[in-house]
């Protein structure tokens, strides 16, 4: 098992503490709640989406540092992004925290989001950090049923 | 006291944990096994393994002599009246729904009542929601204290000509509340409805006598207490199991097949169709005789000793707060701990060595109720001493330093 700092990192123990974008958005046109069942973690996840572009996210809910950290980060990275731009950063998001050799390229285009990288070598943590991600992807799906973190594995 | 002098008969306990000596405190989730329980299970397959209650030959008469004793020993554990009163099932949640399946298709109708605690494991509310769905019957919950007492008085205005069965827990896997059953079977009788105990958390941690408690009912599993996993026992007292309809069809349980009618074998077989976990009864049975040798007292002893220690500790740290404080607990403690997700204690501490479980406990009501989304938990085994928890201790300095 690799050091605790690496899962614990001074960016993500902040994030934990003052997660940003945190309450409600009375401009949001999407909402979409994400739950945890194996941990009773919960999320809710509102967007103001326009056009295809995300505008703003902002979030409530309790979790683990890891999953406050992981939803306060993709609240301020995925700002002004459009749809598309989301789907890829997602799919760099999901190897980062899934493989513990992930490349070097994903950890240089996902920016500030590379600290999560720790994550892959805690398997169990997996699921804490990529609730509020799998959460938006359906509000931007529009799809109506309830995430949980038991679909995706 | 410094060491447990049971922890050596417990093989797994001597490794390393990420560099640190394993300290083991999550029996409450699930027990280590001795290495007789171990040596049981594996001796059987070496030497004894056959298909029970069919075969004419040598192996078959000793395994189903060996499985049958199993059920004797069982029977005098919990001083059951006879040995076809306990029936093997897969665990305490498959007893439970064998019971609710089955009481429920003789004697629950539409608009009927069946009670239960706000204290309940999901394995004890799941399924009687089932059993609702299927029925028309209704739930009703006896509330608690914030002490993680039950409300007797509510209990007792619970009842009413519809109430069919209470199905309780002796003792919480949250917040370790020991119930007083005794008596809450006493009021139930009093009003002629049975009780089923799940006894999941009490068995491994104190005597059980289910002729004293009078129960109609009591469930418990073999691997929370040093037994092997996949493993369970159903108490019933015999008036109820014979009136009662098999849950399910297959080889075992059956008198006689034709494609026009079957009739059913006799109690314990009529609930037992198929061939059962063989190996790991008998294992169970080498976990009863290891838990008789040291003797229940004792256990018992031991682990509030250690329950006193380590809630005396706990205490200490201003921002620790434990969930449940009733006055009579088994060796289980709940606790939150400020701006602290139990999820990041339970990682930080088992990168020390430690294994505690965080989360919700299958308890989600419970958890609502005490207003927390999940919590972290310490639970005590026989093999656990005041070394253990003073672990725990330092290893939540540990978490402290991590997160403030």
Redesign the interface.
Known sequence: MSDLRDLYQEIIIDHGRHPRNFGILPEANLHKEGFNPLCGDKVIIHVQEKNGVVEKIMFEGTGCAISIASTSLMSEALKGKTKQEIESIFSDFHELVTHTQANEKVKERLGKLAVMSGVAEFPVRVKCATLGWHTLKAALLRDAELVTTEDNL | MTNSKYRKDFPILSQLV?DKPLVFLDSANSSQKPLSVIETVSNYYLNDHANIHRGIYELSIRATKKFEDARLNIQKFINASSAHEIIFTSGTTAGINLIAQSFGKAFIKENDEIIISAMEHHSNIVPWQLLCEQTGAKLKIIPIFDNGELDLDSYKKLFNARTKIVSVVQASNVLGTINPIREMIKIAHENNVPVLVDGAQAIPHMPVDVSDLDCDFYVFSSHKAYGPTGIGVVYGKEKWLNRMPPYQGGGDMIETVSFEKSTYNKIPYKFEAGTPNIADVIGFSAAIDYMQQIGMKTIFQHEQTLLQYATQKLLEFPDVKIIGTANNKVGVIAFVLD??????IG??LD?NGIAIR???HCA?PL?ERFNI??CARASFGIYNDEKDVDALIEGIYAVKR??N
């Not at chain 2, 701006?339 to 990041?344: G, L, R, T, V």
Request: charged share 5%.
């Open positions: 990420h701006h602290i997700h139990p999820h990041d990682t930080v990168y965080a989360g919700h989600m958890m989304p999940a991590w997160f």
